[in-house]
């Protein structure tokens, strides 16, 4: 197989669906492929995406907003040559919020994206993720291993329905002949992440940018691998445009490994904040450890993350800085004037 480092252009730009394209990922695939040229459709129903993220977007030519939930029949006049099924919430606080919609965002949504680029006769990528390997009895995840997932915990809606998702994708392909492929995301970070929605890095700097107690659950010993959103962003291109034999599994994620209380304390000397750690409860199922192996993505897309740690983070907390800096004009101001600088975009890096 020959090694593809470039995101490839097609004769002529493609039409692109974006589901979920106004949250946090989707949002910064739709400034990615925009930049390529591409016409985009974003489709969302701004459970946990905002019109926020994709206002700079709305008056682009090539742009348009539907606002649609994926779990509905989906009937779009338009040419579509590739669908990005990234419609679903991915954090326990939200998914859990609505456990059952969660199983039928991942069920039927995935169902309804299928069909659409069935008749469309458009190739599919499906955003698995690394929770499709529950806690793991195996470190590192290969794509190979099968998984420890408890299909009746708190998690199960959206482990077990991301599960259920790839299962359609192959069955879709052997039956079918749809092009499919599939990406198993590990822990994302960066700008445009929601503040409240229960993520280890948002949540540790936003309390950190106010003061707070930084909350670590379990005794911070666990483990996450973070890959910042401009290096997944490239990294689903690259799985998308490769040769339609490369289906996936395929994990996408930065397999530095670092503890959670380290990645606290590192929040803590980037926002210069004096929050003292408070440690709870781990939560029911709450992986401890987690880490991809990426030699497919590095062997078959020449893809591995780029951007370090420090550098990720700091562009986070610059986002999260104005954003709390404009909620409260006296908590942050200094931090907030020295960051200040581009907070829509990404850190610009080669392809």
């Not at 009746?152 to 259920?164: N, S, W």
């Not at 483990?223 to 401009?230: E, G, K």
């Not at 395929?250 to 440690?279: D, K, M, Q, W």
């Not at 062997?299 to 954003?323: E, H, M, N, S």
Request: glycine share 8%.
């Amino acid at each position: 197989m020959t090694l593809q480092t470039r995101i490839p252009t097609l004769r002529r730009s493609p039409t692109v669906l974006i589901a979920g394209g106004a949250g946090f990922i989707g949002s910064h695939l739709c400034d990615s492929l925009l930049q390529r040229g591409n016409r985009v459709i974003c489709l969302d129903n701004l459970f946990t995406g905002t019109i926020d993220n994709i206002r700079p977007l709305l008056n682009h030519p090539n742009f348009r907003f539907i606002e649609h939930d994926v779990r509905e029949e989906i009937e779009i006049d338009d040419e579509i040559d590739r669908v990005y099924s990234l419609a679903c919430p991915a954090s326990p606080r939200h998914y859990q919020k609505d456990p059952v919609g969660t199983m039928k965002t991942c069920v039927l949504g995935t169902i309804n994206l299928l069909e659409l680029a069935r008749r469309k006769g458009a190739r599919v990528l499906q955003a698995s993720t690394s929770e499709v390997y529950g806690d793991p009895e195996v470190h590192p995840q290969p794509e190979s291993y099968l998984g420890n997932v408890n299909p009746i915990g708190p998690r199960a809606c959206y482990d077990e329905g991301k599960r259920a998702a790839e299962t359609l994708m192959f069955d879709y392909h052997r039956t079918h002949g749809t092009e499919i492929k599939v990406a198993r995301i590990f822990n994302t970070y960066g700008p445009r992440m929601l503040e409240n929605d229960g993520r280890v890095v948002s949540n540790f700097i936003v309390q950190a940018l106010r003061g707070e107690p930084i909350t670590i659950y379990g005794g911070g010993t666990q483990t996450r691998s973070f890959c910042f959103v401009d290096d997944l962003v490239r990294g689903l291109q690259l799985l998308m445009e490769s040769p339609a034999s490369v289906t996936g599994p395929c994990n996408l994620g930065n397999p530095h490994e670092v503890t959670i209380e380290a990645i606290a304390r590192e929040v803590l000397t980037y926002t210069e904040s004096a929050s003292p750690l408070r440690f709870v409860a781990l939560p029911k199922d709450d992986p401890k450890r987690r880490k991809p192996v990426i030699d497919t993505a590095a062997r078959l897309l020449g893809w591995r993350p780029r951007v370090a740690l420090k550098d990720g983070l700091q562009a986070t907390i610059a986002y999260f800085a104005l954003r709390v800096a404009d909620e409260s004009p006296t908590l942050v101001p200094a931090l907030a004037r020295r960051k200040r600088g581009p907070t829509r975009g990404m850190l610009k890096i080669a392809d």
